[in-house]
């Protein structure tokens, strides 16, 4: 038996995040994780898109960037383009996530890659683990183990309802950088969109990395009929064929990506963080900042309740905190995005709205609803 104040199951971003706070604030921390990590190692499906704030706050190193983006170009299948600027940068997610895992082992967590959790379960009041290789004991247990988290099927916490669930399809297309500049544009992303004609209520995209493209394609998991159908019309659209042309698969993967929160995010020492909690952006799909942000938020929570000796507000403290920090804006983003999928006409008014506000903005001042002099007049 190993013993630790915390376990964190999963070394995604979450995971390694709440494992480096943990350990800088003295808690004997350890993470299990069942994949091996780094360039050679798992691949995990994702666009990999991240704000430059992010990647300045972190100090992520420019070489390991997949891309410098400056613009989002905003596809409707009918032909109506919307521009988008800023910065951000399309990352590799092996390269990325092991970039933070290797901080979380720097500030002292035990990191246990090819350890798959295979059951947990209560005893007193510490939690036993059991691996496919040892078992541990935890006071606190991080589940930053993904959207399926075994973690809370395991502890029978209920899962997301299919309204909440993107499948997705990612595919790897190795290409060149020439091509990629000459018909992507050498710095921008490209998001496609039709409520009609292409996917009910998602979108697909185009991100580009140095020498590769990532083609990925989401659809609300209850609204798929044929997802490899469907995955295919999506590529037969013509920007999206001349793009793809004389490019190679390297790989394909279907993945899910939660839209909307999980019914708990805490129970008796136990935390969701990261996609198991469903605390990802409904609209566009980003989850990396704010399973980096549960990460912390979860530990900060313990601190706190520890520090001041109320145990019992472990669960209140921790969503309150993430309430304060951005989960009120997911929940209003959540009620947009019902309404942008309602009809085309919605979405083209959100695409040409998301030009110049933050969905954020876009969300919590119910710009959707508010009726332009245009229209009155
Ligand atoms: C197709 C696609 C595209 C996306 N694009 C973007 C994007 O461009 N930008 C963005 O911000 N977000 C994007 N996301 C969302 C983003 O990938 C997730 O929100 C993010 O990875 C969540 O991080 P996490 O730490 O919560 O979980 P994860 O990154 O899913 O990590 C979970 C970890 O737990 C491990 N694990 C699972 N089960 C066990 C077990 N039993 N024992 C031990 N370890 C286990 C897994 O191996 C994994 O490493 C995308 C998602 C998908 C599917």
Sequence with gaps: MK?????????????SVAAKVASENGYSTCILEKETLG??????????????????????????????????????????TYSKKGKGAVVWRSTFDKFLTDMAVD????????ELMINIEKVDT???????????????????????????KLLNWPFFKSEDLILTITQEMKTT???????????????????????RVGYAWLFPKTERITVGWGNQINLVKNSREEFRKFLELPFVKLALKNSTMEIFKPHLIPVGLRSKLYEDKVF?????????????????????MSGQFAIDAIKTCEEKDKLDKLGS???????????????????????????????????????????SVIAMKNLMDQVSLYEIY
């Design 39 to 80: 360039e050679k190692g798992r691949y995990k499906a994702c666009g990999g898109a991240t704000a430059w704030e992010l990647i300045d706050e972190i100090n992520y190193p420019e070489d390991k960037i997949g891309r410098v983006i400056e613009s989002l170009e905003l596809h409707h299948v009918d032909g109506e």
């Design 126 to 152: 510490f939690y036993n683990i059991s691996t496919n290789r040892e078992k541990y004991t935890a006071k606190y247990i991080i589940a930053a183990d993904g959207v399926t988290s075994p973690t809370l």
């Design 317 to 359: 403290i921790y969503e309150g905190i993430l309430d304060n920090k951005f989960l009120r804006v997911l929940k209003a983003k959540r009620i947009l995005r019902d309404k942008i999928f309602q009809s085309d006409e919605n979405l083209k008014k959100f695409l040409s709205l998301w030009e110049n506000h933050r969905s």
């Design 272 to 292: 969701a963080i990261g996609d198991s909690g469903g605390i990802v952006d409904p609209i566009s799909g980003k989850g990396i900042p704010y399973a980096m």
């Design 3 to 15: 013993n630790f104040d915390i376990i964190i199951i999963g070394a995604g971003p979450g995971g």
């Design 107 to 114: 500030s002292g967590a035990l990191l246990k890659e090819k």
């Design 177 to 199: 950088k020439s091509n990629i500049d000459k018909t992507l544009g050498h710095d921008t992303v490209h998001l496609f969109f039709g409520i009609e004609s292409l996917i």
